[in-house]
């Protein structure tokens, strides 16, 4: 450690990361009357956020209910979901809808206003809120940012990077830039999105590295259920410019299907995420093509506008042919062990949205569970912040900075995609040990350590569940061993 110069910007609240949970929970402690600073490394298009498409979940139809939201994300994530975390989403979640209205976000609706609710796999019935068809993270984020950009509470730092906490008697009091600036603060929120750019197949936006919990865990923060790392079923293979983009479970949820290479459908479209992405990985395996096809022929293309033309713009006319996809690296279900208020394991250090683990996905998240989660957690860790004590003047150490792995070298992304793919073998785990990039090591030492499949962590070496696992989750600590903890 080594002691930093003082940070040139003070704050009460220090938010890293402008997606949609950073620029949710800045706005949510800037409603309170606090002094915000957020940090952002890269522009609005290259969020995650920006590229959500189906929607938000919450329990808004009249015929749905909080127990039956909890139920299919307990469902979806296999016995392995904190269920006070669940809960406190289920029930919050709707109520952040409505705060997005005010905030200004139109969500589809029909012409007496009624919200139109989306079905996505595994969920009982309607109950995804989306903008613009599939334009919907777009849609958040504009509106966000532009609200952000125009409250004089809100500091913004647009391409500044965080890569180390800045540390007092065991607090974090702020983050340390790559420029040589940084910021203080009673509660710094990390919100810097999730780690599956680090596969080489993937959906996600280049700078989704995890960066956040390499930071978190530098500073002495748990992280836990790293080996749950959701793979999307229906990424286009095989078209240049638009390898791993990502074709809405919500086009399926109106009647889109999947054909293996005899033409013939294979799968409830609508299962949940693991299950539909195992089973075209085994057709594939089996079969020694590259893709199935996704035909939504059926599907009014002018519900889906961003989607169609984008396909349209790489060369494939959805109206007329099936879409070739095959599963990709989407979602990552751990990162940051955090409390129901967003707190992590060290005090003044918070995290949010898909950086964070509250456990509430368990093995596999439920369709649009995650921006619902990005509103419902940023807002409580906006909340819990503002009653941290005010960082002491005086000097603070810096943690080792992490800037050095932000960009993991292409054979890292390969061995993640070969080693830590939809299925796992101890072989290929232990290879991964020895890998230069240290996320990528804790990666294979949680994905070891669960001996058995469940969900999204699928062992070829162990492929049944094992009930004795129920509720665990892998924690790993300083020391980089996991070890399994029980959350409730
Ligand atoms: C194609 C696609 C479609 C999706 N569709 C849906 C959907 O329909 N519904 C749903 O619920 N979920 C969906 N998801 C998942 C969801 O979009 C993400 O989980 C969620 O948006 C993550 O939000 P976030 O705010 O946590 O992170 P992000 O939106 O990824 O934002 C991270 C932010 O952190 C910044 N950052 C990173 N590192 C640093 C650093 N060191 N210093 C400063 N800033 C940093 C980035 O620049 C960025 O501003 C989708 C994901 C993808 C990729």
Redo the contacts with the bound molecule.
């Keep these: 450690m080594c002691v930093s110069a003082e940070p040139v910007l003070t704050g009460d609240i220090a938010v890293?990361?402008?997606?949609?949970?950073?620029l949710y929970a800045a706005l949510s402690a800037a409603a309170q009357g606090a002094a915000v600073v957020l940090?952002?490394?890269?522009p609005l298009a290259?969020?995650?956020?920006y590229?959500?498409?189906?929607?938000?979940a919450a329990a808004l139809a009249v015929e749905d209910s909080f127990e039956r939201h909890l139920a299919d994300t307990q469902a979806a994530g296999r016995d392995a979901v904190r269920s006070s975390a669940a809960q406190v989403l289920v029930r919050e979640a709707p109520e952040r809808v409505r705060d997005l209205e005010r905030f200004g976000v139109r969500f589809d609706a029909d012409r007496h206003g009624v919200l139109a609710l989306g079905l996505e796999g595994g969920h009982s019935l309607r109950r995804v809120v989306h903008a613009g068809g599939s334009a919907?993270?777009r849609r958040i984020v504009r509106q966000l940012s532009a609200l952000a950009a125009d409250e004089p509470r809100i500091t913004v730092m647009e391409d500044?990077?965080?890569?180390s906490a800045w540390m007092r008697d065991g607090r974090c009091v702020g983050v340390a830039l790559d420029d040589g600036r940084g910021v203080r603060a009673r509660a710094t929120v990390l919100?810097?999105?999730?780690a599956a750019a680090l596969w080489s197949r993937t959906?996600?936006p280049p700078?989704?590295l995890g960066?956040?919990m390499s930071?978190a865990h530098a500073a002495g923060a748990d992280l836990a259920d790293l080996e749950f790392l959701q793979f999307h079923p229906t990424a286009v293979v095989g078209v240049c410019g638009r390898e791993g983009f990502?074709v809405?479970e919500a086009i399926r949820g109106e009647g889109a299907t999947l054909h293996g290479p005899d033409g013939e459908r294979f799968v409830d479209e609508l299962a949940p995420r693991d299950e539909v992405a195992r089973r075209i990985t085994a057709l594939l395996t089996q079969s020694g093509a590259t893709a199935v096809g996704l035909d939504m022929r059926r599907v009014d293309p002018s519900l889906f506008p961003n989607v169609v033309s984008a396909l349209q713009d790489a060369g494939l006319d959805p109206t007329r042919e099936p879409i070739p996809v095959s599963p990709a690296a989407?979602?990552m279900m751990g990162g940051i062990v955090t409390d129901l208020h967003g707190r992590s394991t060290v005090p003044g250090l918070y995290a949010i949205?898909?950086?964070a683990c509250t456990g509430l996905h368990g093995a596999n998240r439920l369709a649009?569970?995650?921006?619902?989660e990005?509103f419902v957690f940023g807002a409580r860790a906006a909340h819990a912040g503002l009653d941290e004590p005010a960082p002491a003047a005086g000097e603070q150490s810096q943690t080792k900075p992490v800037a050095a792995l932000a960009r993991p070298a292409r054979a890292t992304q390969e061995a993640l995609w070969r080693d830590a793919g939809i299925v796992r073998t101890r072989e290929g785990l232990e290879r991964l040990l020895d890998d230069p990039h240290p996320l990528a090591r804790l990666i294979a030492a949680c994905a070891l350590y669960r001996e058995e499949s469940r969900g999204a962590h699928q062992r070829a070496d162990c492929p049944a569940t094992d009930v004795r696992l129920d509720h665990h989750h892998a924690v790993v600590g300083a020391d980089e061993r996991p070890r399994a903890v029980s959350w409730r």
């Design positions: 890293v990361g402008a997606g949609a949970a950073g940090v952002s490394a890269t290259q969020t995650a956020s590229w959500a498409q189906g929607g938000i919907t993270g500044a990077r965080a890569v919100a810097t999105g999730g959906t996600n700078g989704s960066i956040g930071l990502l809405t989407h979602y949205g898909e950086t649009s569970n995650s921006l619902s990005c």
